[in-house]
């Protein structure tokens, strides 16, 4: 069975950090472009950052660019998004997802997030004093 679980959410203060995981089961998340995309109340799901299989590859919304690192290791079939600096507007649930189409890495990145393949079920940050 396929399925993407993310971890790591919680509470930071302002300029705080958190490193959120998404691991992946019954499929080889290494084999895949994964993205990580986030939803605050009352706002569309927006794309944070992506990166490539080969992790040759990555991208980041201009809004964290500078903050948030994203990486993987493809022995633990694990993605990561390390983000620092964290700002009120962070807070969200967080999404990672699969992008199975073979396309590059920058499409994916544009594309809309319901044309992701697989989803896990999110992780809340707050940033919050």
């Known amino acids: 069975q396929v399925q993407l679980a993310e971890s790591g959410g919680g509470l930071a203060q302002p300029g705080g950090s958190l490193r959120l995981s998404c691991q992946g089961s019954g499929f080889s998340l290494g084999s895949y472009t994964v993205g990580w995309f986030r939803q605050a109340p009352g706002k569309e799901r927006e794309g944070v950052s992506f990166i490539s299989s080969t992790t040759a590859n990555t991208y980041y919304a201009d809004t964290v660019k500078g903050r948030f690192t994203i990486s993987r290791d493809n022995a633990e079939n694990t993605v990561y998004l390390q983000m620092n600096s964290l700002k009120p507007e962070d807070t969200a649930v967080y999404y990672c997802?699969?992008?199975?189409?073979?396309?590059?890495?920058?499409?994916?990145?544009?594309?809309?997030?319901?044309?992701?393949?697989?989803w896990g079920e999110g992780t809340q940050v707050t940033v919050s004093s």
């Open positions: 997802a699969v992008d199975k189409k073979v396309r590059a890495t920058w499409v994916s990145a544009r594309s809309p997030w319901y044309e992701f393949d697989y």
